[in-house]
C-alpha cells in the first residue's frame, strides 16, 4: 500500500461561506452533538501517538497512522470547529475545548489499548464502526447543505480507515493466532465504553460552556443531552453498523443471521446508554 497520496479532501473543498443558517442555527441537538464531535476529533493526536507507539516495529501500521490517519483525523476536528464557529459564533469553542482537553488528556493514555496488538486492532474496528455510523446519522439528519457535504466526507473516510484496521487486523490475527471468542469479548468491551469515555466528556464540556449555572447538576445534563443522543439513537443506520461490528468475528453465514438481530440492539447503543 501506498501512503504518499493527498488527503482525499481538504477544507478548501467546502464552501462555508453557503451555509444556509436558517436550517441549522436553531437545532441545539444538533449543535450539542457537531460540537461535542468536533473535539473529540481535535484531541486525535494524542490517540495517536498512544497508537504508533503501541505498533513499535510495525512501519507500515506507524507510517500510515502518522502520515493519514492522524492528518485526516485531525482534518476533520478542523473543518467541524470551523462549522460550529460559522454557525453558532457566541459559543468559545477555545475555551470549550481547553477545558475538554485538560480532562481527556488525562484519561486518553496507552493503558486503555488492548495488550494484544491484533485485538487492538478489532477495537478500532469498533470506534471506526461507531464515527462512521455518528457522520452517516448527521447527514440524514440535516437538510442544510454545506453540512451534508461535510458529514459525507467525514463517513467516507472513517469507513476507509475501518477497511484499513480491519485489513492490519487480519495481519495480526494470522501473526498471534487469537481466536473468534476474544475478538467477540474484545468488540463487546469497547461496545460498552464508548458511551463513557471521549463522547460524553465532549458532551458534558460543551454543556458546562452553554449552561455555566447548572455545571454540576447532573438532572439537567442528561435532561439536555439526551434529547440529542435521542436524536442520533433514532437515525443510527443500524444495518451497517451491525455488518461492521461482525465483520471481524468471521462468522459462518448462518451463524451471522442469528446473531444479527441481538447485535442491532447493540449498536443502537453504541453511542447511548
Request: aromatic share 12%; net charge negative; proline share 4%.
Amino acid at each position: 500500500m501506498s501512503y504518499n497520496t493527498p488527503l482525499p479532501w481538504t477544507l478548501d473543498s467546502l464552501d462555508f461561506d453557503q451555509i444556509e443558517f436558517e436550517r441549522i442555527r436553531h437545532n441545539e441537538d444538533l449543535f450539542f452533538l457537531l460540537c461535542s464531535s468536533s473535539f473529540v476529533e481535535s484531541g486525535s493526536d494524542l490517540y495517536t501517538h498512544n497508537l504508533i507507539d503501541h505498533f513499535a516495529g510495525d512501519e507500515a501500521l506507524q507510517t500510515w497512522l502518522s502520515q493519514h490517519w492522524e492528518h485526516e483525523e485531525l482534518q476533520h476536528g478542523h473543518a467541524l470547529a470551523t462549522y460550529v464557529k460559522k454557525v453558532w459564533p457566541e459559543f468559545d469553542w477555545e475555551r470549550g475545548f481547553q477545558a475538554f482537553w485538560q480532562e481527556y488528556g488525562a484519561v486518553c493514555t496507552s493503558d486503555q489499548l488492548e495488550a494484544s496488538r491484533g485485538l487492538e486492532l478489532a477495537a478500532r474496528c469498533v470506534v471506526e464502526t461507531g464515527t462512521a455510523s455518528l457522520y452517516r446519522a448527521l447527514n440524514d439528519i440535516t437538510d442544510e447543505p454545506v453540512l451534508k457535504q461535510l458529514t459525507n466526507r467525514i463517513k467516507s473516510d472513517e469507513v476507509r480507515h475501518y477497511k484499513h484496521f480491519y485489513h492490519h487486523f487480519r495481519l495480526y490475527r494470522e501473526r498471534e493466532g487469537f481466536g473468534r471468542y476474544k475478538v467477540f469479548r474484545t468488540i463487546l468491551k469497547r461496545v460498552n465504553e464508548i458511551k463513557s469515555e471521549d463522547s460524553d466528556i465532549a458532551l458534558r464540556h460543551v454543556f458546562n460552556q452553554c449552561y455555566p449555572q447548572h455545571k454540576e447538576n447532573h438532572a439537567e445534563f442528561r435532561r439536555i443531552t439526551g434529547r440529542a443522543q435521542a436524536l442520533l439513537r433514532r437515525n443510527i443506520p443500524a444495518e451497517m453498523t451491525v455488518k461492521m461490528l461482525l465483520k471481524p468475528l468471521d462468522l459462518p453465514p448462518r451463524v451471522q443471521d442469528m446473531v444479527e438481530k441481538p447485535l442491532a440492539r447493540i449498536a443502537e447503543r453504541l453511542f447511548l446508554n
